[in-house]
């Protein structure tokens, strides 16, 4: 498989060099050439398969000749194995023809962990066998530092520092990254903003000398690596529900795009799926996009759903190379437009086009809370913010209420506590395997707002085996 780039101006890559890449020298994001295809017959072939054995069978198409099938079994049977639930994304029925997979049930409690637990381990893979180190520069509002320290804790072939802002993120979000102490995890609390830190870390990929001194990769969720681990949940729920039979509706609650895009790719590879719906909370460009054909940045505002608020959904790039037909170049024109402007409007036919797959609807802070108390009092499930929102959005928005529609649930109530106890009364628990999680002992250094100082803490912290 090789990929190419949104942007059509950048090398053809294979999945190896795309995985320690991340974006394409062009500005744009890889994609593979053509999408792999399942018949109906391979499709049915996933019933009563396991969640390892759908993500052997999905994945393999994508990673090409990067390591046998054996090996990639051995490494996603790894993966999973210490997912506290035997289903590993269990799908609960709430309501007639309605459905929520939870996808929380890895060690930080958020889907992210599935994606980045398998990019943990097959970093690790591909740098073992290239004898090669890798410097991981992220940073985090919250949920995605954690997924990804946990992913590369004790992985030799890898240091990963990861900036936070001092103060801004939740304790339950802080605690996960600060009590992880192997030697190659470096949390850097920075005295500013989330912003900050994340031009630091533009700054750090734009700093040639020093890119290339520590061997910088990104865990971001440009990752093409991440999209192919999310791939998996949809054809999961698909033979769960009887597809190719039966089609099937998504609603996902969306911030960089990069989990309703994986529908996507699972719906081009032959999943027959009617309906995506994007749940947003006020940061809510795309369903104004979905509405209007306009995209147009306005500016983030904090919510109770903190992993959403986001104003530029990096992934909507790859989607818009598949609205365009695969126009590299006028992808390029269309985003540099945007750029520039902070606002670009769409043709008819191609918002038409968007609007034949896609739905969207978003909610505020109040909307969300009453949402989780709703969902207890008919149910008995409690559920966290975002997944709230998913579910909302797709109940407001299907078109079709005897196709089966599946929310995905995409955190624990317990990494968002003060929200669900404000909504429902009921304060959520952390599992078990976690219920010390207050009690553990924090690592963490705090550094300015300055990119020298942080620069200087990287270099003077790397492994041996990362050391200039
Ligand atoms: C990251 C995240 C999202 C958004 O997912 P995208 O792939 O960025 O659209 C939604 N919910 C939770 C809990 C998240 O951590």
């Avoid at 759908?54 to 090409?64: I, K, N």
């Avoid at 895009?261 to 749940?279: D, H």
């Avoid at 038409?352 to 008995?380: C, P």
Wanted: a negative charge; aromatic letters at 10%; glycine letters at 8%.
């Amino acid at each position: 498989m090789k990929y190419v780039s949104t942007r059509g101006r950048a090398p053809v890559l294979s999945f190896e060099e795309v995985l320690l890449t991340g974006l394409a020298r062009d500005g744009g994001l890889y994609v593979p050439e053509c999408w792999p295809r399942f018949s109906a017959d391979d499709i049915r072939g996933f019933q009563g398969l396991s969640y390892t054995e759908t993500a052997v069978r999905v994945m393999a198409p994508f990673l090409g000749d990067i390591m046998t099938e054996d090996a990639l079994a051995d490494l996603v049977e790894d993966t999973y194995a210490n997912f506290d639930h035997p289903d590993v994304a269990p799908l609960k029925k709430l309501g007639e023809a309605e459905w929520i997979m939870e996808l929380f049930h890895g060690p930080t409690l958020a889907f992210k962990d599935y994606a980045l637990q398998f990019l943990g381990r097959l970093f690790g893979y591909v740098l073992e066998k290239r004898g090669e180190h890798l410097t991981i520069v992220g940073a985090t509002s919250g949920d995605t530092g954690s997924a990804a320290i946990e992913g590369c804790r004790g992985r030799d072939a890898i240091d990963i520092f990861i900036l936070h802002p001092e103060g801004r993120v939740t304790e339950v979000q802080r605690r996960q990254m600060t009590t992880v102490h192997e030697p190659n995890v470096h949390n850097i609390a920075v005295q500013g903003t989330f912003d900050d830190c994340q031009d630091m870390v533009k700054a750090m990929f734009n700093d040639q000398a020093f890119r290339d001194r520590c061997r910088l990769s990104a865990v971001n969720s440009i990752n093409w690596a991440r999209i192919v681990a999310q791939i998996v949940f949809y054809f999961r729920a698909g033979a769960q529900l009887g597809a190719p039979e039966t089609p099937l509706c998504f609603t996902v609650p969306t911030g960089n795009f990069g989990n309703v895009f994986a529908g996507y790719v699972a719906r081009e590879m032959g999943l027959p799926v009617e309906q995506f719906i994007v749940g947003a909370n006020r940061n809510d460009i795309l369903t104004r996009f979905f509405l209007s054909g306009r995209l147009e940045i306005t500016g983030v505002v904090p919510t109770i759903s903190p992993s959403m608020d986001i104003q530029v959904s990096s992934n909507f790039e790859r989607m818009l190379f598949e609205l365009i037909d695969r126009d590299g170049l006028r992808v390029a024109e269309t985003m540099d437009r945007f750029r520039e402007q902070g606002a670009f409007s769409f043709e008819p036919d191609l918002l038409a086009k968007a609007r034949s797959l896609f739905d969207s609807d978003s909610f505020d802070d109040d909307e969300t809370k009453a949402v989780i108390r709703t969902i207890y009092e008919e149910t008995g499930e409690l559920i966290d913010p975002h997944s709230a929102i998913g579910l909302a959005a797709g109940r407001n928005k299907r078109r079709n209420r005897n196709i089966p529609m599946v929310a995905m649930a995409t955190a624990h109530p317990a990494k968002f506590p003060q929200a669900v106890e404000e909504a429902s009364g009921i304060h959520p628990e952390l599992p078990e395997n976690m219920a010390d999680l207050y009690e553990r002992k924090e690592h963490f250094t705090v550094l300015s707002n300055d990119l020298a100082e942080v620069q200087s803490f990287i270099l003077d912290n790397l492994s041996e085996r990362g050391a200039p």
